[in-house]
């Protein structure tokens, strides 16, 4: 069972599209993230969702915006598409527990291309 | 903010011992993580550290010195399958949410 999945794999569309990522985890956990990675593999955090609610928001255009349905659910919502989106998006979830408090896990990712 | 280096890239002989350098400068400081990210696919969990000291998992071990801003990663008896890229992150609070920072990763390129 894949512990946390993301789709689609890959993503090419159009500037000025509007388009969505789902993520769902099956591991229980409390805590959800959407991280971008650049063409220069730089890995950098955009949202993080605790209990359906918006935690931190690093400073993201509003042309993105997470929705979590439930909590196994954060799906990425991206409007008026630019070449700059182009990139590798991941999701990553967390748990609160004790035991293994800190660990990210990170889906497999998807690669959004935008022509 | 979060300031966080370490080498670029790197290149080992099947093997040997590498040791991939990280340091950070971080408000709320909570722990300092090592990822494994191979080439097209998605970051690994491979170490945590949250005290000072070694921490040693077959292989691999991390460092943390947090007077100094310092972590390392050991790898030792490379393997060909160790060529990949190494994340260093630092978990920040108190957002709640303990948000990694990643820096912008070292490719390790394993050779015979």
């Known amino acids: 069972d894949t512990a946390v999945s993301q789709t689609p794999k890959y993503l090419v569309t159009q500037m000025g599209n509007d388009k969505s990522i789902k993520c769902e985890q099956n591991?229980?956990?409390?805590?959800m993230y959407w991280y971008k990675q650049d063409s220069k593999k730089f890995l950098k955090i955009m949202f993080s969702y605790n209990n359906k609610e918006l935690i931190i928001n690093e400073t993201v255009p509003n042309r993105f915006s997470p929705k979590s349905p439930d909590k196994a659910h954060l799906n990425l919502h991206i409007n008026s598409l630019e070449l700059g989106d182009s990139a590798v998006y991941f999701c990553a979830s967390r748990t609160k527990l004790a035991g293994d408090p800190e660990t990210q896990y990170f889906g497999p990712g998807t690669r959004l291309l935008v022509l | 903010g979060q300031n966080i280096d370490q080498p670029t890239e790197m290149t080992a002989t099947e093997g040997a011992i590498v040791q991939i350098n990280c340091t950070y400068q971080?408000?709320?400081?909570?722990?300092l993580f090592w990822y494994q990210q191979h080439a097209g696919e998605a970051p690994t969990f491979l170490s945590y550290?949250?005290?000072?000291g070694l921490e040693e998992k077959g292989r691999f071990s991390s460092f943390l010195s947090r007077s100094k801003g310092y972590s390392y990663l050991l790898l030792k008896e490379l393997q060909m399958k160790d060529s990949a890229s190494y994340l260093c992150a630092v978990s920040t609070y108190p957002t709640g949410a303990n948000n990694l920072f990643f820096g912008t990763g070292t490719r390790l390129t394993v050779i015979p």
């Open positions: 550290n949250v005290l000072d």
């Open positions: 971080t408000s709320g400081f909570n722990g």
């Open positions: 591991l229980g956990h409390d805590t």
